[in-house]
């Protein structure tokens, strides 16, 4: 197992090697210059070649062939993508450029946000999907079989953002029940312990604080819930049917067992291999971040600020926020790869 | 008695069944395609979604240039004329005054062209580069293939150091050293030998030149040559070609989907074209690796083998051989793609980077309009969202019956 693990993160190295190398191509390919875009279009020569300079922008990009010419090996590696390794390996990730703060710190205050809708959305999208795919499988080709298939794919096929909106028109236009954006509503402290707004309220007891935070996120968590929910019904349900018909299910049947027993306990343990895989790699894209959920509801995540950072050229800041996003998608899959030789020990590790 | 009787038209009946008329596997799956609900329904969908936008765009001109009427802002829908309203607006009108149910069926042009391009784009590329991975991943290479392999892996390889040296004939130094290793295979028996002469030769041919420029440049010119050497002597196979293709692959799909639509189209230009670009470049490692593993469970197959016996080309097994017979897997995801695109265009369109305005885009729509939602203007929202969760939902629906009408295992 320890060498499965060991050659798996192995194989990485040149995947994150690739994502790195990608994403430094990406500030340098799209068009204007980050100098310019810090100082501003009436801004002197001489200050953005010094800025250029500061920013290390007048280096070359990969290797520097001149200073090799002239045997100054140091300045052969001394080159733009180089450094941005170097600061990378010490958790730099440099400045915004138009908020002057540091990338990791408003990273570390975003990310909660993100994170916490993620969770719950994941959360709801498994108390539903899974009953419903066994339901769907145990009393297939009924009409709750039916109903629930024609509905997780129309929820596969939901535009979130759509529906997003739609709830807004339902619940804060017409019924006014919920408020339509934003993760708390002004005058409303919670104390921060781990920046998950849900969690510091419980722990801390504050009811109120609570209450307006949960209001807060449970449409923008319903709508980012949907296809994860749909996608894990439909996954559940085939893969209970393949279980089903194994000889093991009839002799559960055969022994007498309640047919509770027999789906959730013979049934399912070995159906939900694959259901895995699909909840592992949803949590991950979901925790990477929804540009459209989070701009419909103005929630405070990545998603949305990597994505307003892009229009406004703001490099650093496309820069960090990418690289944790991939991160953490690449993490999600090694979870997924090395759970599934966890559980399924037909699975040879090495 | 009465029993044997019903025993006999039992036999019977499969007698019949066993003569049957002949159909094509094409029938056969036609005909149970058509027999299931879903598909029926994805099929009718679909059907009514091509016939109105191509109609419309045909024979029902519209300028969305000149289409604004600032007296008819935001008017709910009507059907019939009213006091204030005398022209008939279905779906009512949006900010500019603009028929909406207009603007929806002729919105459904642009997304039926982005959903086609860029599942083309996707399909064609993912689906080249995942036939190349399975089969050399399965297969070995025949002796011209690689003397070609290696003479491309020693000019991109050579690329490195002649860039550092500023001497472009140094790559082809390099393509000429892997040819010359792709020739000589059968000096395999001299397994160090063989390493040792390729490792000095890449070496030399790094460094020899590069001293015209400077003694430091030909030092690292001279180890990257060795390094190179030594790769090309090793001796290459087929499943090389799969790995540089999947990792890139990798590489691709670490990044969720719709940030790197984002970025491509933030790298090109907002616009409908760049728009398909990008969702067609997302969507190339999926249909790649759907291939690869479709090519490699079919690549070990005894008519393969045959084929391969009575001396076919690689091409031809490819092409004669394995396509047919990977179509199916392909097929259903090229129906779910198409859903997919739909809906990540709308997703850009929304987001204010896919088509421009005033073209009529069922996601720019709703991008439009969403602000006046607080004001009450449910009609600008809700009907082109309609418009692209049913067109998506009629793919998505037409792609679940073709699984299950193309799957083999059910196939009696």
Redesign the interface.
Known sequence: MARYILRRLITLIPTLIGVTFVIFMFQRLIPGDPAIAMLGEHASEENVARIREQLGLNRPLFLDREALQSGDFAGFFDTQYLRYLGRLAQFDLGNSIHRRIPVTETLALRFPATAELALLAMLIALTIGIPVGIISAARRNTPVDGVSMVGSLIGVSMPIFWLGLMEIMLFSVFLKWLPTGGRLSTGIEITPITNLLLVDSLLTGNWVGFKDALEHIIMPAIALATIPMAIIARMTRSSMLDVLQEDYIRTAHAKGLVEQVVLLRHALKNAFLPVITIIGIQTGSLLAGAVLTETIFAWPGIGKWVYDAILGRDYPIVQGGTLLIALIFVAFNLLVDISYAYLDPRIKYD | MTELAAKDTKDIKVADFAMREHRSLWSDAWRRLISSN?ARVGLAIISIFILTTTLSHFFWDYNPRTDLDYTLKLKAPNLSPTAEVESIHPFGTDKLGRDIFRRVIHGGWNSLRVGLVSVGISLIAGGLLGLLAGFYESMALASSERIIVLSIAGLLLGALPA????QFFIALLFALLGGVAGWFEHFQAHKPLRYILFTLVGGLCGALPALL?????AL?TGILGLGIGLFLALSVRGSIISNVIM??M??T????S??LA??IV??LGPGLEKGMIAIGVVGIPQFARLVRSSVLSVAQKEYILAAQSVGEGHGRIIFRHIVPNILSPVIVQTTMGL?NAI?SA??LG??GLGAIPPEPEW?AM?GDS?RF??S?A?WA??F??LA??IS??GF??LG?GLRDALDPKLRI
């Open positions: 879903t860039w550092i040296a500023n420029v400077s003694p430091s440049t690292v990792r890139v990798d590489i799909l670490a990044f969720p719709y940030l984002i970025a933030a790298f859903a809906l709308a997703a929304f987001l996601g709703l969403y939602l607080t009450g449910w929202v809700l082109p969202g692209i969760m998506v939902l998505n629906l679940d």
